[in-house]
């Protein structure tokens, strides 16, 4: 069951992302409480949530090394979207972007708060 979600999960995200900016992205993740409980069985499985946490990475980095300021603060509308703490969000997702150039994996510390703090 949770691969077929999986796979109708990755259809989805790669349609959506095809014209969609990674914020928005997450932010329709994030906002649908049936979407935050798959992300939590997601979260269970690296084998499963490491390549989403890599999706988008090379985009991520590009917009970031733009214009770090003006990405971290549609980092902060993006905290306030969802409802979240700015501060504490930012601060997860600076950590992520820290270490993105050298892991792919480097935004699991972002999004491990925002399923922990969306799953609450």
Same mark, same amino acid.
């Given at each position: 069951?949770?691969?077929?979600?999986?796979?109708?999960?990755?259809?989805?995200?790669?349609?959506?992302?095809?014209?969609?900016?990674?914020?928005?992205?997450?932010?329709?993740?994030?906002?649908?409480?049936?979407?935050?409980?798959?992300?939590?069985? $997601?979260?269970? #499985?690296?084998? !499963?949530?490491?390549?989403?946490?890599?999706?988008?990475? =090379?985009?991520? &980095?590009?917009?970031?090394?733009?214009?770090?300021?003006?990405?971290?603060?549609?980092?902060?509308?993006?905290?306030?979207?969802?409802?979240?703490?700015?501060? $504490?969000?930012? #601060?997860?997702? !600076?950590?992520?972007?820290?270490?993105?150039?050298?892991? =792919?994996?480097? &935004?699991?510390?972002?999004?491990?708060?925002?399923?922990?703090?969306?799953?609450?």
């Amino acid at each position: 069951m949770l691969a077929i979600k999986k796979n109708h999960l990755t259809k989805l995200g790669d349609e959506v992302r095809k014209d969609t900016p990674f914020f928005q992205f997450w932010a329709f993740i994030f906002s649908h409480p049936d979407l935050v409980k798959s992300m939590k069985k $997601i979260q269970q #499985s690296s084998m !499963k949530y490491d390549p989403f946490i890599a999706g988008g990475r =090379k985009e991520i &980095l590009v917009a970031y090394n733009r214009d770090k300021e003006c990405f971290l603060n549609i980092g902060r509308g993006f905290a306030k979207y969802l409802h979240l703490d700015e501060e $504490i969000t930012v #601060s997860h997702l !600076k950590t992520g972007l820290e270490t993105l150039e050298t892991e =792919k994996t480097g &935004l699991k510390v972002f999004f491990d708060y925002l399923i922990s703090e969306k799953n609450k």
